[in-house]
């Protein structure tokens, strides 16, 4: 098999050849390798683990501590505020201590 580049599927998709079986295909691939590498990453994790995460909704990194897994989601308690976040596996990583 040739090396497919991103850029390749895009323009595939924006042609003429792409009919609307191939783009719900491509879709479907898509949602599926995102849900396999949720649960996976979700495998990760334990209840009372210490996690941070970018947040684009506060604009800052946030930690916090597992409450929390579900099989798409962590609940993470985030410090300070005690607010509970429902946050992808996928944009948690294991808390780095400042030096």
């Known amino acids: 098999m040739d090396n497919i580049t991103a850029r390749d599927v895009v323009e595939f998709i924006w042609s003429a050849k792409c009919t609307p079986d ?3 295909r491509i879709v479907a691939a898509l949602n599926g390798k995102r849900k396999t590498d949720q649960v996976r ?3 990760q994790f334990r209840r009372g683990d210490r996690v941070q995460w970018e947040s684009t909704h506060l604009g800052r990194v946030a930690t916090g501590v597992v409450t929390k897994v579900n099989r798409m989601t962590i609940e993470v308690k985030e410090d300070k505020v005690f607010t509970t976040w429902r946050v992808s596996p996928t944009l948690l990583s294991r808390e780095v201590k400042a030096a």
């Open 41 to 43: 990453a979700s495998g």
């Open 22 to 24: 191939d783009r719900s």
